[in-house]
């Protein structure tokens, strides 16, 4: 039976994304790997949650990916908080073209591209 095993993310420089997701995350490095990727992140102390591969990739990060991470946070105040604390640490703000009028999301780009949202649960749904 198949099971989702991790999120692979394509980077060009491994160390540099290691460093920023472990820390984005508060996820560990696992030693030797998991599932055939040699740079994997996951959650401390084998705490259930994702695990985040990191693999070199060739091609630029695109512009409007088809799939992309969402970071989720309790409130408006802490999304705040946590987009600050990230864009501390690398991230990048990204001028979008698809917000909606009272967005729940933010959009940022880690170091190499990638984008990823900061999802506010506490936002009233549209």
Known sequence: MLSLGQVVLGVTDVQ??????RRALGHELL???FGGCATVLAPPGGAPGT???????????PAH???????????RA???AEVDRLVGLGAQ???WDGYPDDPDFV?????DGNLFCVVDLGHPAR
Do not use: K, M
């Not at 959009?107 to 170091?111: G, H, K, Q």
């Open 31 to 33: 030693e030797g790997g």
């Open 51 to 61: 695990r985040l591969a990191l693999q070199i990739s060739i091609t630029p990060a």
């Open 93 to 95: 703000r990204v001028d």
């Open 65 to 75: 990916p088809r799939s992309h991470l969402d970071l989720h946070v309790a409130d």
């Open 107 to 111: 959009v940022l780009a880690d170091p």
């Open 16 to 21: 540099r994304a290691a460093e920023f997701w």
């Open 78 to 80: 802490e999304q705040t």
